[in-house]
Structure formats: structure tokens, C-alpha cells
């Protein structure tokens, strides 16, 4: 696995998105607790992170037709920049009072990332070959943890040590080298632009846009393949979205832990997310990614159920670190299919509609676990998300391997 970093512009993607992932881990740790800070709300902080989930809802599907009409290496260029720039007015902050601003530059920089991601995804496969790309997203998906492990707690030191000035400085300074990184990258303009048999015209118009748009839905809509992957992905993602708001709860009132005791449970989930990215790559070239998927999602599901049914503090611990060890597998056999699967010149219209689909099962999810939490309690929520994904799995094992469809 660790053999693609030596590939020269994989190697300076993975670094960029984990500089990237970083940065933006440092600010969304201290915006929301900032915003408490200043206001005393839980509803200002709640509109944040809406703020934040409105343009995956919004955009994520518009932006996906302009990722397969553009140079992708470019769009990861051009918008790691514009960031740079968004986050310039959070400087101005504590001069000015101006809590909407965290809104407004919130909303603008989820805006913005819309058009990298489905960039980044479609153009892993034109950087390194199909027997490769498990191994590359297993890469991306250990630097996305390490950046989980190490940007919480850099933000929350420069956020009390410094202030959010900085906080802002870190994360610009993340952005402009991530971008650099993909400068570096030397791949020819006709390698990072979707492949296709017929050319999109030169002119744009927006009835061309809006019928590029509902090509992509077309393709999702007729592709038996891509609408499972589609479902799956669905099913997995409402799951994890309904036990994301309750997992605290089930750790103060449930096992009666404090917050130190909690952030040490995260740190060693986090420990052992890093290990199952190992033990993946290792083993990448030889699982079929959709195996992978399928037991990874099964046997997460059966952990959880176990483990939110438990009150022994070692019995979820243990528990917590095999999930977190398995759990590795969906997240980046997912991707690998898709990739595999999905012609290049739609890559970036799918992607965006998975994004899309997923923000607004993010929403869906996090107010069903938050209002049915109250009313049935923590535990039963905790139990219907960990069955869901659960059911995902299976799903997928029927699909996948019974009647085999996908690599």
C-alpha cells in the first residue's frame, strides 16, 4: 500500500488532502465552540453546522456537471485557493462582534468544497490504475483519520492559547498548501479532464447545463449497478448519521462517563481506525472491494447493536475498538467501487449526487435521533441506526455476492 506513495502525484495529493483535512478539522472544532462561547445558545450553534450541511443539500449535485465539463486537477486547485480567501473575514471577528459572519463564511466554504470532492474522487482513478485503488483510498481514508486524531486537539490549543485569529490563520495556511501540492501534480490536461466519447460544446448555456445535470440522473436512474451503490451508500450513511447525536448521551447517562474518559474512548477508536487502515492495505490486492463492503458493514452492525445494548464500560470499549477497526472497510470500499464501476465522464456528476443524497440523510438522520431520542430514548435510537447499517450490509452481501454485479 504505502509502495503508492513513492507514485509522485499521488503521493502530493494524499499530502495535500491530509494538510487539507487538517485545517479543516482545527476550524470545525473551534467554530462551534466559539459560537457557544459568544452566545450561550444551542440553537446559534445548531445553525452553524446548517450552515454547513445547506450546500453538500444545495450545490453538490449542480457542482458534479462542472467537475465533468472542467479540469479536475484544476477545480482542486482553484478551490483550495478561493478558500484561502473565504476564511480571510473570521480575522475580523472579534473586532466587529459580527456573529453572522461565522454563518456566512460557514456556508460559502461547505459552498466551495462542493466542487472538490467529486473532483477528487473522479480524478484518483486517472492517477493511479484500477488494481490500485482500494490500496488509494485506503490511503485517503488513513489520512482523513489522522487528521480526525491530531485536528481537534490543535484546535482547541490554539483557540485557547491564541484565540480564533489564528485558528483562521492555521486553516488559510492549510488550504494555500494544499493547493500547491496539486500544482505540483504532473499529469497533462487531457488525463485530468473526463474521458469520453463525444466532447462537451465549448459554449455554455444553462439548457445545456440542466441537460448535462439530467444525464448524470439519467445514468443513476437506468445503471442497476450504480443505483444499488447508490442505496447502500444511502442506507449506511442514515445509520451512522442517527447514532452521530446520541453517542454522548449514551456515554453520560448511560455509562455515567465523564469527558476526559470520553475523549480517551475517541482517541483509541481513532488508534484503531489507523490499524484497520493497515491491516486493508496489506490485504488490498486480494479482496474484491465489494466483499469487503459487505463484511465490514456486517459485522460493524452486529458490534454496535451489542455494544449500545451494554453498560459494562470494558464490554464498550472493546467493542468500540473492533468497530472502529472493521468499520474501515466500508468506508473505503465504497469509493473503490464507485470508481471502478462508474464511467469517467459521469464520475464527477454521481459523485456529486452521492454527496447530495448523503447531506440530506445527514439532516433526515441527526433530527429523527434528535426529537425520537426524548421520546423512545437513547438506547432504542442508538439500536434502529446500528440495525440500519446493519441491514446495509446484508443488502449489499445479497446484491454483491449472490447475484454478483460488482468486482
Not at 467554530?31 to 446548517?50: D, E, K, N, R
Not at 431520542?373 to 446484508?394: C, N, T, W
Request: net charge positive; aromatic share 12%.
Amino acid at each position: 500500500m504505502f509502495t503508492l506513495l513513492g507514485q509522485r502525484n499521488f503521493a502530493l495529493l494524499w499530502w495535500g488532502g491530509l494538510i487539507s483535512q487538517m485545517g479543516n478539522r482545527v476550524l470545525t472544532m473551534a467554530l462551534p465552540f466559539y459560537i457557544y462561547a459568544q452566545t450561550g445558545s444551542t440553537v446559534a450553534t445548531a445553525t452553524m453546522m446548517l450552515a454547513m450541511i445547506l450546500p453538500s443539500m444545495l450545490f453538490s449535485s449542480i457542482a458534479g456537471v462542472f467537475v465533468d465539463r472542467w479540469d479536475r486537477r484544476q477545480v482542486m486547485i482553484i478551490t483550495n485557493f478561493i478558500l484561502v480567501f473565504t476564511l480571510f473575514p473570521l480575522l475580523f471577528l472579534q473586532r466587529t462582534g459580527w456573529v453572522w459572519l461565522v454563518y456566512l463564511v460557514a456556508f460559502l466554504e461547505a459552498t466551495v468544497s462542493t466542487f472538490f470532492y467529486p473532483a477528487e474522487n473522479a480524478l484518483l482513478p486517472q492517477v493511479v490504475n484500477n488494481e490500485q485503488l482500494l490500496a488509494a483510498n485506503t490511503l485517503n481514508s488513513l489520512n482523513n483519520m489522522l487528521a480526525g486524531l491530531i485536528g481537534p486537539a490543535l484546535g482547541g490549543i490554539l483557540l485557547g492559547r491564541w484565540g480564533l485569529g489564528w485558528v483562521v490563520l492555521f486553516d488559510c495556511l492549510s488550504y494555500l498548501l494544499a493547493g500547491l501540492c496539486v500544482f505540483f501534480v504532473a499529469a497533462p490536461s487531457e488525463q485530468t479532464h473526463a474521458r469520453s466519447a463525444g466532447k462537451f460544446p465549448e459554449s455554455f448555456s444553462w439548457n445545456q447545463f440542466w441537460s448535462e445535470w439530467r444525464e448524470g440522473i439519467s445514468l443513476i436512474r437506468r445503471n442497476r449497478l450504480i443505483t444499488i451503490l447508490l442505496t447502500v451508500a444511502s442506507l449506511s450513511a442514515l445509520g451512522g448519521t442517527m447514532l452521530d447525536p446520541l453517542v454522548v448521551p449514551f456515554m453520560r447517562d448511560i455509562l455515567h462517563l465523564g469527558a476526559e474518559m470520553f475523549g480517551w474512548i475517541l482517541a483509541i477508536g481513532g488508534v484503531a481506525g489507523i490499524a484497520g487502515g493497515f491491516l486493508i492495505g496489506r490485504f488490498a490486492k486480494k479482496v474484491r472491494p465489494a466483499t469487503l463492503y459487505s463484511v465490514s458493514s456486517i459485522l460493524n452492525g452486529v458490534l454496535l447493536l451489542i455494544l449500545y445494548r451494554s453498560t459494562a464500560l470494558t464490554v464498550v470499549v472493546a467493542l468500540g475498538i473492533l468497530s472502529s477497526l472493521v468499520s474501515v472497510g466500508s468506508r473505503v470500499a465504497m469509493p473503490t467501487m464507485m470508481q471502478e464501476n462508474i464511467e469517467d465522464a459521469y464520475r464527477g456528476r454521481v459523485f456529486g449526487t452521492v454527496d447530495t443524497t448523503i447531506a440530506i440523510l445527514v439532516l433526515l438522520g441527526v433530527v429523527f435521533s434528535g426529537v425520537m431520542g426524548e421520546r423512545i430514548g437513547i438506547v432504542p435510537v442508538l439500536s434502529i441506526g446500528s440495525g440500519i447499517m446493519l441491514a446495509a450490509g446484508l443488502v449489499s452481501l445479497w446484491l454483491f455476492w449472490c447475484k454478483p454485479i460488482a468486482r
